[in-house]
């Protein structure tokens, strides 16, 4: 059996799978590859069977989100190291290799993020997770080379196998037996910030997040929710603070979710400023059904909540007030 799995998620991504695929395929001769498919209505299925006869498909009931879709589907997957990949990204070659090599060098290493570059203009970091993510003190994520909005372009500056806080759900690898202990992602997240909310998990209980730079991969990015859906800022709303409640050290909790709360109110001013109502909504019903959850998610805390989980008290003034725009600014 092959040591690593490569894992894409699949909802009605026909176009993707055809698009994609091919390069997967190409460059993981390593890895059996597996496409879990969240029932999906178009053609994905029979183009699966059909054109890529070497990917093995596994079918869920339904469509159950990031989350809970690869939860269901991983039961049945049972190599060493999983490569968690959506559907909109074009690996290299040779990016597998790196990160095998890194798993079996460090035993305490239990997940690693590739570098992961803008598949539209590549030679920039992708949004989603850049060179390895962050959090500061109230739980906004930021990623070496990209702060907020503001991409870097790849010039070599982070080219250094360091921990980092969080890897991206872009591409995101993991030992299967910390998946396992871990429970997997939180299904009451169905999408967005799931892999954050895991790695800050795997941070209590004292796992190793890592950043290989020699394994390269291009995402596409907001390819299966776009930016400008209300759906996008509700889900980024509401799963913050679910994580935040499930992850902070205690005698911090009340005092950085009530002003988390207050800069979400914040947010939501400024969606109502330049006429984005919806999103304004959507902020309001992502408190709503946090303060509906609170107890459920609460009860999911880890007694041993670590305390040294950011660097920085606050991304917040050090980018919009300091003009820290670019992390190697930041130190």
Known sequence: MKKIAVVILNWNGVDLLRQFLPSVIQFSKEATIYVIDNASTDDSITVLKKEFPTVIVITNTGNFGFAKG????????TEDYLALVNSDVEVTENWL???????DKESKTAMIQPKILD??????????????????????????????DCIEKDQGQYDTD???FWASGACLFIRNEVYKTLNG?????????????????????????KYCTKSVVYHVGGATLDNSNPKKTYLNFRNSLFMLTKNLPKRKLIIILFLRMVLDGFAAIHFLSIGKI???????????????????NYKKRNLTNREDYYTISSIIIRFFIKKQQVYSKLF
């Open 70 to 77: 690869y939860n269901e589907g991983l039961k049945s997957i």
């Open 278 to 296: 919806s999103h304004a909504w959507s902020v309001l019903k992502a408190h709503l059904n946090f303060y509906k959850n609170f107890t459920k």
């Open 162 to 164: 360091i921990p980092i």
């Open 185 to 209: 992602f939180d299904e009451d997240f169905f999408a967005h910030q799931e892999e954050i909310d895991l790695c800050w998990r795997a941070y209590n209980n004292n796992y190793i997040t």
């Open 97 to 103: 290799q790196p990160i095998i090599n890194l798993f």
């Open 119 to 148: 598949y539209k203009n590549k030679t920039h970091f992708e949004y989603a997770g850049a060179a390895g993510g962050f959090i500061d003190k109230f739980g906004y994520p930021y990623c070496r080379g990209r702060i907020f």
